[in-house]
């Protein structure tokens, strides 16, 4: 009997793995660069456009781009428009219209208050004193009159205004004997002027001390306009010195300096005036269609009629 533990076992067969050698992994992986590079380029060309849709000449079509207000404002050289917030504003009172609207200056009794409207439970907006004057344009209403106050319409009672000045009571301190001597301070004339008294005939006492001073000082100056036509020449409250050249300036200069002295209430010269009431500084006017009516051949004054102090 055949020993078994000589009994060979059947073999088992050898396993297999394949393996790549070096020059066949070299081979292969440039191979694989050249794939993983023309995927980096069909994806480059179709975002290119290089479609398919588009090499057969189909059209597709492409959204507007969004405008850019701002960067258009820049390359053209503009800056983006922006929304004015002046024409929510009314406009300021216009000089000239302000100036049409007056018709004349009364004077207050006694402290006067001025009211936003015509009525007494309206807002005091401000306070004229006694002897001051308020400018007035004619209309009234219920016991009210209308005035022009810093260039707005304003309101006051209609019968504490008076077109006299009020008497003011003389200083104890000062007596009667003294009185004329302060008249002619200021070296400003009172004698009659060397051209004639003929401009004097129906002016106010301010408006003949006007032009005797003006004729002492400008002597060169001989045509002189008094009492015409209507409002304050009709008055005697306005006198025309009639002068188109620059030597007006000086006229001008000289009532302004000495305007308490003569009771100058206000001034038009050029197409401008002064009324120091209103505003401290010469303000244009509107265009009145000649030279006289713009005042450029004559300066025109316009006094408080017995107000002057020298």
């Known amino acids: 009997m055949a020993d078994s533990r000589h009994k060979h076992a059947a073999p088992r067969p050898a396993r297999r793995t394949l393996r790549t050698s070096r020059s066949a992994r070299a081979a292969v992986l440039p191979l694989a660069g050249l794939l993983a590079i023309g995927g980096v380029v069909g994806v480059a060309a179709a975002q290119e456009g290089g479609s398919p849709a588009a090499e057969a000449g189909a059209t597709i079509p492409q959204q507007p781009p969004k405008k850019d207000v701002f960067a258009a404002s820049v390359s053209s050289g503009q800056a983006p428009a922006t929304v004015s917030r002046s024409a929510e504003r009314p406009p300021l009172p216009n000089a000239a219209a302000v100036e049409d609207k007056i018709k004349g200056e009364l004077y207050a009794k006694s402290d006067l208050d001025i009211h936003a409207a015509a009525k007494k439970s309206s807002p005091v907006l401000a306070e ?97 306009g008094g009492v015409a036509g209507r409002g304050e020449h009709g008055t005697g409250q306005a006198l025309d010195i009639m002068i188109s050249s620059d030597l007006g300036n000086q006229v001008a200069a000289f009532l302004q300096q000495n305007r308490t002295a003569l009771g100058v209430d206000y001034l038009i010269w050029r197409q401008r005036i002064w009324r120091p009431a209103t505003s401290p500084d010469w303000r244009g006017m509107s265009d009145r269609g000649s030279p006289t009516a713009n005042h450029m051949d004559h300066v025109h004054v316009t006094t408080y009629g017995n107000a002057a102090t020298g």
Do not use: N
Not at 188 to 215: F, M
């Open 128 to 224: 004229v004193e006694s002897g001051d004057t308020v400018e007035v344009t004619g209309k009234r209403s219920d016991g009210w009159a209308e005035i022009m106050h810093k260039g707005l319409p304003r309101w006051v009672d209609a019968s504490s205004i008076t077109t006299q000045k009020p008497v003011e009571e003389t200083s104890p301190e000062t007596s009667d004997d003294e009185a004329p001597e302060a008249a002619t301070s200021g070296g400003l004339s009172t004698a009659p002027c060397a051209a004639g008294s003929g401009p004097e005939s129906g002016l106010q006492p301010d408006t003949i001390k006007v032009y005797r001073a003006v004729c002492a000082k400008f002597p060169s100056i001989v045509s002189y």
